[in-house]
Every structure is written in C-alpha cells, then in structure tokens.
C-alpha cells in the first residue's frame, strides 16, 4: 500500500490537472513519518533513475536535514551520487534560513553535497521560494515538456516562518504548475492546530497518517502489564492512508509498519475492521411487532 | 380526488406552464418568487422548482471529494444557455480557465427516460426500493416537457460549452487568491447586482453569481473570519433586491465551528455535498445502485421567500450519480432497512425472511 501512494507520485497527474499531492503527517506518539519519508524519497529516487516515472528530476526542499544527510542516504539505499546532478537536486533551508551568517564556513557540507545543493537564506519570503524551487526544477528537466517533483521536508518547518495562508498559496501553486509531475511533504500534526492540519489535508490528494500501534497504551504510566504493549509502540505503528480518487470517492487503506535498522517496512495488516460509514446515511431501522 | 389523473380535474395548478414569455430561463413560483434552474433537473425537483432569484445558495463542500464542482458547472452553464450575465470567482490563479469545463447541453437525440427497469426483471419488485417505481405513475411532467426543456437543459459533462457563449456574454471572472481582502470582490459584485436590481413586476434578465471555495486557504482573506461573515451579509443584503441568484461554496473543515454555524445561518438554500468511501463492500449492501454512485448530496434547509410557511423535504439525503458518465442525476437512497435488534442489513439477500439471524425473530 505505500508502494501504491509511491506508484501514484511516480504516475503523476494528467495533462490541465493538478499534480498529485502526499502529506505524510505523524505525532509524538508515533514518531515514524520522517522514515516514511525517506521511503517514499528513495523509492521516487529509483522510479525517476530507471525512467519509469512521468517525473526527470526531483527537487528536495530540507528543511529539517542537512543536504549531505539525504546524500548520504541515498549512497546506503545504493543510489549512484555521482551521476546524479541531472536529476536531483536540494534545496538548504537547513543550513542559514535567516540569512544569519554572511558566508558559510561549509565544513558540515561535504564536497558531494555542495555541488547538489544551493541554499536558501530567506525561508520568510515564500514567493522567492517558490521561484528558486521552480528555477531548480526547470534547471534539472531542461527545455520541454518533461516535469519534476518536488519533496518538502516538513510544512511543520515551513509554517514557523511563514503565516498558513502564504504556505497554503506555495503549496497550490506548486501543485498547479505545469512542470510539477508530484509534490510530498511531511508534517507533525501535534505541533499545529487542527486547522493547518485540516488545510493540508484539503490541499492533498492523499494523506498518509503514521499512528501508534497499541493505541491504549501511549501516554500510560510504565507498568509491568503494558511494557510490552508500550515497547512494541516503538518499533511498530499503524500506516493509514486517504486517497481521493479520480471518481470523487475515497478509498482508504491500512497497514502496518515497523521500524528497523536497515529501513522501514509495510506489511499488510492481518485482520480488516470494516467501519461502516453509518454517519453518512440516514438511519433505516424495521421494528419487529409482536 | 384527482390525484391519479391531475390534468383532466378543474381544481389542479398548473403552475409550471405559466413562466415568463419575456425571460427565458425564468419561472414563476408561488408567493411572488421566481425561479431560476440549477442546471440539474432533479435539483430543481427537489428544490420545488430551482432557486429563487434574491436567494443566497450555499454549498458545504468536503474536502476529500470535488461534487461541489459538479454543482457550479451545471449552475454556471445552465446560465450561460439561457443568455443569462455570470460574476464568477474563484481562488486559483487562472479563473477564466474553469469556463472551459464547462459542460454542453446534451444533443436532443439523447433518451432522456430513465431506464429504471433494465436492470431488474420485470416481474420482482423489491418491497423496500418502492419509492423508485413512484416516478412511474406520474405523467404530469411529460406534458410539459417543451417547457422544461427551456427551463431545464439536460447537461453532458463530457461536450464542453462552446466558446460563443462565454464570449458573446459578459462573464467576468474574478481571482480572490491574491488580493488582501475581500474589497475588490465586494466591489465587483456590488457593480454587477446594480445591474440587476428589482423594478416592480418586471424582469429584464437574471444574474448569477458563482464564487467557489470563499474560504480557501491559500487566500489572505481565509484567516479573518469576521471579515468573511460581513462580506457574507452585505452580498445577502444586495442580492435580496435583485434579480439575482448567488451561489457560494466552502469547505466548512477549513473554518471554526463557531463561524461554520453562521455562515450555515446566513444561507436561504443550504447543501452539501459529501465524498463516498471506494470498494466499501459493506456500503454496497446497504445501498442499491452503489457503483453508479459517485457521492451524497443533502439539503438542509431550502429558501422560502415571502412566506412563512415552511417547505417538508421527504428525504434530504440523495445519491449523486453520474449517468453513462455524462449525465449528472441525483436519486433518493434506497437503502436496505437495518434489523433494529441483530443490526444485520437485509440488503444482501433482498427479501424480508432471507436474514439468516431470523432465529431470534421465529415466534
């Protein structure tokens, strides 16, 4: 089910729509989005270097990580750094957001990562933003029809510096420019109010939410009852995703994840709950007379 | 009584033939109203004849699913047919855009009887899916068909508008992302009521005006809630006096609830619209016709002008369903009823006995 979101970002939208759009939001409780994240990047990454993707280039906005950290893993997933400057490219919000130093004493940056990456030293200013990400976008596909896509390190980031409304605006601009092919970003709901997570939401096509395992168990003082629930909440989670599909309808999805050394994996989820949408239909009820 | 043959009694009103000769795309209703389409017919029907010129429509959107677009088009269109000056604005960057999605009206070798038998054999009727054979027994809108035909177009989602009617007009559209407030759209939609203001009796041409998702996020204006609500009440206050119809529709997720119940007051004709999950297959026993389907319509509250008198839905909740995937029909649920006591549908096996939980039921 996540290589189903990964195969629609690969897709990409069709010719006059908006492109298709991912939020992968987690909280404290389960704090496994960024690896989520990673997954989709990686997999994005393969589909766009084995030309299998509507997208050429990728353009990745870290907010939260240095450039040289998504080289780096990119370089374990097995992903050839060296030839990558015609498809990838990284945009450091990470590094100097504010402008604050006037040149950069760039011993964190490695010599891969600088020549991938261009920074960014005025993450107020959205409007700039969006037309460094375009350019870079641009500079990676070249003249033509091609597309690229675009991944956020986290909106949560973004919106520290930046009011909702503006973030809103980059984001479905972003979504309705011709040379996006897919766009994701990953957002920590508990660090916002329910209204940009219900913006967020309203502005994606699917949202993929990372939640705990043992629901019940999560904010519980440790026991000797529910160690083994609570332990279980670290390496393991619930993967749910919402598609909005083509047909207007909403196709819902479970998994689950956990967490490991070498990566995250998805597995499907062994007994199905099936939630009768009950809310949504006048209730009809017979009454038996005897 | 003559409820079985209306016409041939003296005492039956035939209201739907007297419509205004001098404006097309206009109705007479009761109490002084008049009405103008929704550009879907069974909207209109459930409307009790469309949407009264002076009224404030609006439509809650869900944020999952676009119906709400589905709406607009066939409002925007059935406008546009009738000659009829269109407002429209909207929060994306390129407004003029969404005009050409809009929908043609479908060519008139198209049958427009609802083929309600076909799929069913003739002899079986399913007791609980009765209302859907009720429309058999009605012959009244038949004789008036040429008229609703003018009234009424039936729209093909799949031809889209020839472009002679939205240059031939005047169709101003208006962006809302990316001025500070709502200033500029008041301003425009204070310029065009002026056009349009209510002289006695006579109506010289009905407006519309159709501004989608208001409180979109990626406008300045989303954040300020009061703000929003007096643009809400002036633009009501305007159009009260004119022959206009405005058509406004939000995401009410996007608001708090407090200004989700005001915006829900100010409203004379209330919808909503609401995303169905996919390959729910507990939702496709309970509901027939469940593939068709491409979401939920509901009508809270419907305008009542100049009366007090209130107007009885007998269902609010309807299916929207996308016919051939051109023709937009909206059809009343046909739910199967749920066992009150074991809560098991009857929908699966379609007769009363069938439930296989009948045990508890054996007397």
Known sequence: ?290 | MATTKPRLSSFSRNLSAVSSSQTPGVKCGPNGTMFVSSGIADLDKILGGGFPLGSLVMVMEDAEAPHHMLLLRNFMSQGLVHGQPLLYASPSKDPRGFLGTLPSPASLKHDKSRDRESEQEKGLRIAWQYKKYMGENQPNFDSHRDNKQDYCNEFDLRKPLERHYFTRQRVNCVGIQDSKNLAALQEHCASFLAQHQRNDGSCALAGRIAIQSLCAPQCEHSNMDWEMLSFIKSLKGMVRSSNAVVVITFPPSLLSLSSTKRWQHMADTLLSVAAIPDEDKELAKLLSGYQDMVGLLNVHKVARLNTQVPFILEATTFSIKLQKRRFLVLECLNQAPVDGSSGSSYGTSGSCSGSSKAGTLDF
């Open chain 1, 1 to 290: 089910m996540a290589d189903t979101i990964c195969r629609t970002l690969r897709d990409g939208g069709l010719e006059g729509e908006h492109a298709p759009a991912l939020t992968i939001k987690d909280s404290k409780a389960s704090p496994f989005g960024f690896d989520v994240f990673n997954y989709v990047l990686t997999q994005l990454s393969n589909y766009i270097l084995a030309g299998k993707s509507q997208s050429r280039g990728l353009v990745v906005v870290a907010y939260s990580r240095s450039p040289s950290f998504y080289v780096d893993l990119l370089k374990r997933r097995g992903i050839d750094i060296a030839s990558s400057h015609d498809w990838i490219h990284i945009l450091d919000c990470y590094t100097d957001p504010l402008g604050w130093k006037n040149w950069l004493i760039d011993k964190d940056i490695s010599q891969e990562a600088s020549s991938l990456s261009s920074f960014c030293q005025d993450v107020r200013n959205l409007d700039k933003l969006y037309s460094l990400i375009i350019e870079q976008g641009k500079g990676l596909i070249g003249q033509g029809k091609d597309r690229f896509s675009i991944a956020i390190d986290s909106v949560s980031e973004m919106v520290r510096h930046a009011s909702i409304s503006s973030v809103a605006g980059i984001l479905s601009n972003l979504r309705s420019h011709d040379q996006v092919s897919s766009i994701f970003w990953l957002l920590h709901s508990d660090l916002h109010e329910i209204k940009f997570t219900s913006v967020l939401e309203y502005l994606s096509s699917m949202v993929a939410s990372v939640e705990p395992f043992n629901q019940a168990a999560f904010g519980q003082r440790v026991d000797l009852e529910n160690l083994s629930m609570l332990e279980q909440n670290f390496r393991k989670g619930k993967f749910h995703v919402r598609f909005k599909r083509r047909n207007g309808r909403v196709r819902v999805m479970c998994e689950e994840i956990l967490v490991e050394l070498a990566g995250i994996k998805f597995t499907p989820v062994l007994s199905e709950d099936e939630i009768i949408n009950q809310r949504l239909l006048p209730k009809v009820s017979i009454i038996v007379l005897s």
